[in-house]
C-alpha cells in the first residue's frame, strides 16, 4: 500500500526505512550533514549582521561540536517521488548546500524528483526582503502565498503514480 507522508526535515531518514512511502513532499530540505549546514549558518548570520570575518569564523569555529541532524545517506537511497520546495529568500544557506539534495537523489537514481523555487519564501517560507533571521519577527505568520497550493496540486497530479 502506498502513502503519503508530511514529515519534517528528517523526512528522508523516515521514508527511505518505509517502503509504503509513495512521495515525499521536501519544505526546505537539506542533504548535506548538520555540522556543516550549522556551522555555514553561523557564519553567514554573523557577516549578513556585520560583523567581521575574524568575528564570524570564530563562532563557526565553536559550532564544530554540534551533532550531525540530517544525513545525506538517507536522501541517496529514497526511490520515493519528492517535490523539493526551496526557498530563494535565505540568507543562511548557500545555493551549493540547497543543491545537495538534489544531487543526492541522482546519485540514487531517483528519477521522481521535481524542483519548485520560491523567490520570496524564507527559511520559514514566510514572504520576505532579505531572509535573514533580524526580520523573522517583523513579518507575519503566514506561509508564501502559493505554497499550499503547489504542494497539493504536485500530489494531485501524481496521486497513484510511482516511477519505482
Known amino acids: 500500500m502506498n502513502s503519503a507522508q508530511m ?24 542533504a548535506v550533514t548538520g555540522y556543516d549546514t550549522i556551522v555555514r549558518q553561523v557564519e553567514l548570520i554573523l557577516l549578513a549582521a556585520g560583523r567581521s570575518a ?3 569564523a570564530a563562532a563557526a569555529a565553536q559550532q564544530s561540536a554540534i551533532l550531525d541532524l540530517v544525513l545525506a545517506r538517507n536522501w541517496e537511497s529514497l526511490e520515493a517521488l519528492v517535490v523539493d520546495i526551496k526557498r530563494a529568500q535565505i540568507a543562511a544557506l548557500p545555493p551549493e ?3 545537495a539534495l ?6 540514487a ?14 527559511h520559514l ?9 533580524e526580520e523573522y519577527a517583523l ?3 503566514e506561509l508564501v502565498p502559493g ?13 497513484g503514480s510511482n516511477p519505482r
Do not use: H, K, Y
Open 109 to 122: 537514481g531517483n528519477r521522481g524528483v521535481t524542483v519548485v523555487v520560491l523567490p520570496e519564501a524564507n
Open 54 to 56: 575574524d568575528e564570524a
Open 7 to 30: 514529515i519534517p526535515r528528517p523526512g528522508a531518514t523516515v521514508a527511505a526505512r518505509r517502503p509504503e512511502v509513495a512521495f515525499v513532499v521536501s519544505l526546505a530540505g537539506i
Open 97 to 99: 548546500q540547497q543543491q
Open 102 to 107: 538534489v544531487q543526492a537523489l541522482a546519485r
Open 139 to 141: 513579518l507575519g505568520a
Open 147 to 159: 505554497l499550499l497550493p503547489r504542494i497539493a496540486d504536485w500530489i494531485s497530479d501524481r496521486a
Open 125 to 133: 517560507f514566510q514572504r520576505a526582503v532579505t531572509g535573514g533571521p
